[in-house]
């Protein structure tokens, strides 16, 4: 069974500055897509990023940024120029591809970021 | 905004009792899923129906019950409420089965149930 894990419980930054969220799992699938979610003190879940594994080229959305390092099982978000709206839980995931597979989302625990201001 | 809705957004009933949410997917989307998020936890995956029929089951209890219409909304019926079934439920919406590169799950705002 495939599973995701977040080591950091929290992160702080001050704004303006660059944080990295780490993000690692397990699977024996070659062909799955990595997401990262941002959880705001709304409680909404909203897309930050997505990433192809069949991709080697790291998946961008405006100051948001990732390191997907596939042998090491590895998917960290960066966040450039952090933003005070920016504060909330993230949360990693993983998706298989695998045809007729079970398509849930596997979730980590979640990194709560904090901006300082 | 996803264009995913889930009504109510807020739910409180007493133990025993049972409850009904509601969810309307992105136009277009085949895929419901079901995640319950209980206090400072991660999402937990609880049924997904696509197009109608019931495509991928997770952890969902037998008290709990799903069905998506054929106008493709989605109800999660929640019965015999315990206290411990506190939490907020996601829904979220995709274009086709789930395994297809282009369906990425959109979520709804949620519903908070709190069982007293």
């Known amino acids: 069974a495939q599973t995701v894990t977040q080591s950091q419980p929290e992160m702080s930054v001050q704004e303006a500055e660059t944080v990295t969220l780490s993000c690692t799992y397990d699977?024996?699938?070659?062909?799955?897509?990595l997401f990262w979610y941002k959880q705001p003190p709304s409680r909404q879940m909203i897309l930050v990023i997505r990433?192809?594994?069949?991709k080697q080229q790291n998946a961008t959305e405006n100051r948001f940024s990732v390191n997907f390092q596939k042998a090491a099982k590895s998917f960290s978000l960066k966040i450039s120029d952090s933003q005070l709206g920016d504060a909330a839980m993230y949360f990693c995931?993983?998706?298989?591809?695998?045809?007729?597979?079970?398509?849930?989302?596997?979730w980590g625990a979640g990194t709560k970021l904090i901006i300082k201001p | 905004d996803s264009g995913v809705t889930q009504t109510p957004k807020h739910l409180i009933t007493a133990t025993g009792q049972r409850v009904t949410l509601r969810c309307s997917p992105r136009?277009?989307?085949?895929?419901v899923y079901w995640y319950q998020q209980s206090l400072d936890q991660g999402l937990q995956f609880l049924i997904q129906?696509?197009?109608?029929?019931?495509?991928a089951k997770g952890n969902i209890l037998e008290r709990f019950s799903a069905q998506q219409f054929p106008d493709l909304h989605s109800e999660l019926n929640l019965s015999s409420l315990e206290l411990g079934d506190s939490a907020l439920y996601f829904c979220?919406?995709?274009?086709?089965?789930?395994?297809?590169?282009?369906?990425?799950?959109?979520f709804g705002p949620g519903t908070r149930l709190t069982v007293l």
């Open positions: 979220a919406s995709s274009p086709m089965d789930g395994g297809w590169g282009t369906d990425t799950q959109y």
């Open positions: 136009s277009g989307d085949l895929s």
């Open positions: 129906y696509y197009n109608g029929e019931e495509r």
């Open positions: 699977t024996s699938e070659s062909d799955y897509y």
């Open positions: 990433q192809e594994a069949y």
């Open positions: 995931a993983y998706r298989s591809a695998l045809w007729d597979s079970n398509y849930q989302l596997i």
